[in-house]
């Protein structure tokens, strides 16, 4: 068992906005990692060729998953984004959430 314990994981900063901390020891089956974004910020529609979990711990954010309306998304909240579902978000209070995915999300960044 690998242990990460929050306090020891530096923020890399994205982007101006955006801050992502990750344990060092994904393993080649899953990743994880921590995403912060700012009020304001936006993740435009995109698409990935994985699926991904996604678990809110702070704030709020305006999900679009494909065609679906938007959704107010708070703490507390699942949201699950299929492989090649059409998705973005706009951050309504500075949003704290942790994606889980494949190893294969290792080399995403978020777009804006």
Do not use: C
């Not at 344990?23 to 899953?30: I, R, T, V, Y």
């Not at 090649?84 to 494949?102: A, C, K």
């Amino acid at each position: 068992m690998l242990i990460s314990h929050r306090k020891d994981l530096k923020p890399i900063d994205v982007r101006p906005g955006v801050t992502k901390r990750a344990p060092g020891h994904n393993s080649s089956e899953m990743q994880v990692s921590e995403w912060t974004l700012d009020a304001g910020s936006e993740s435009e529609a995109h698409v990935h060729d994985f699926p991904v979990v996604n678990y809110v711990v702070k704030g709020k954010a305006r999900i679009r998953l494909g065609n679906d309306s938007e959704e107010v998304v708070a703490p507390g909240d699942y949201y699950y984004v299929p492989t090649g579902v059409t998705h973005g978000l706009v951050v309504v209070e500075e949003f704290t959430v942790i994606v889980f995915g494949p190893a294969s999300m290792s080399s995403f960044q978020l777009r804006h």
